[in-house]
């Protein structure tokens, strides 16, 4: 690790945890550390959308709703906080008037995180995002195994004759080879299909998909084997679009669609991929305006603490392997 003694949460003895600057889960900002193994980055743009607008405002509802995750996490046996340096990097600032330009200044800013060691959990935004930060995952690590949990395939091609937005990511990274095609997943996908031609272009695109129905139909230690077997031993990208849950557990999101996955399955989903070469994560869509007592930013800040556990395993076992 590149600190050898994190910092971790703020002293609860000290603040109470509801008061206080909301930076994720209580964390130091990443000035305050030597370095980070892992930046919690939050990208505000939402020009790429094409229904409800508001995912902006994602990344600070996301911190607001992170202040109770706690420093140790029972079920995968792990302090994520402490065996590495998890630190907030604050917000790019990605303007909403330019969709090329925003994606030029997110890669950017995301390449000189992974350029110093550190992975990216990054905090959306509308999922265009995911497109600028494959590229600088990708740029360190070659093509990428992607895990992608959505309702949406996200592998259009145009939109209102936009060829970059939130429908388009994986679309643009399987064609600029930054995707490993032989290696790529969607998991929960259900709706937002115009014609089977679509379905053809998304396998073209490397894309394997696990669909909603079949949490009902399978058990998720199936799935998880499924999911485990495609990525293989590749570098992986995580992308959640919390609308993967069904609006009944994440009502705050541009594009919602019935039927979706239940949080309970999302995280046993998660906690079955321990072992996994995590180099970069997003977690996106997350629009609180249309929110009810916090229900979707909390659970976007717990999926983001999933994988910032699921991270911290695989580095400690890395890191038994060198020793």
């Given amino acids: 690790m590149g600190n050898p003694t994190p910092v971790g949460q703020r002293d609860d003895s000290r603040m109470p ?13 990443i000035e ?7 930046a919690v980055l939050g990208v505000p743009f939402d020009g790429g959308t094409s229904f409800r607008p508001g995912a902006r405002f994602g ?11 706690h420093p140790y996490h029972q079920f995968l046996d792990v302090y994520p906080f402490t065996c590495q340096q998890v630190a907030d990097a604050g917000d790019v600032a990605a303007g909403p008037f330019d969709i090329q330009h925003a994606v030029a200044v997110i890669e950017a800013a ?7 060691g550190t992975r990216i959990v990054a905090l959306g935004g509308d999922h265009t995002v995911a ?26 091609d145009t939109c209102q004759g936009a060829s970059v937005w939130h429908g388009s990511p994986f679309r643009r990274a399987s064609e600029e080879g930054i995707l490993d095609l032989n290696h ?3 998991v929960g996908t259900r709706g937002g299909v115009y014609d089977p031609s679509e379905l053809a272009d998304d396998r073209r695109a490397g894309f394997e998909r696990i669909d909603s129905q079949e949490f009902q139909d399978r058990p998720i230690g199936d799935i998880v084997a499924q999911i485990r077997r ?4 590749r570098p992986v990208y995580v992308s959640v679009d919390i609308d993967v849950l069904d609006p009944a557990h994440a009502p705050a999101t541009g594009t919602p669609e019935v039927g979706g996955l239940t949080t309970r399955e999302l995280f046993a989903t998660l906690r079955g991929l321990s072992g996994l070469n995590i180099v970069g994560c997003d977690i996106v869509e997350v629009a609180p305006a249309y929110d009810h007592a916090g229900v979707t930013g909390l659970a976007a800040a717990h999926t983001a603490w999933e994988l910032i556990s699921l991270i911290a395993l695989s580095e400690n076992r890395a890191s038994a392997k060198g020793a």
């Avoid at 990344?59 to 995750?69: D, G, K, M, V």
């Fill in 110 to 116: 995301a390449r000189r995180l992974v350029e110093g």
């Fill in 230 to 233: 495609r990525l293989g031993a």
């Fill in 131 to 156: 497109l600028p930060l494959m590229r600088a995952a990708a740029a360190a690590h070659g093509p990428l195994a992607v895990l992608h949990f959505d309702a949406h395939l996200d592998t259009w």
């Fill in 32 to 38: 305050e550390v030597p370095h980070a193994d892992v």
């Fill in 17 to 29: 945890r509801y008061g206080g600057l909301a930076t994720y889960a209580l964390l130091p900002r």
């Fill in 184 to 186: 790529c997943q969607h």
């Fill in 59 to 69: 990344p600070a509802h996301i911190r607001e709703n992170s202040r109770q995750l």
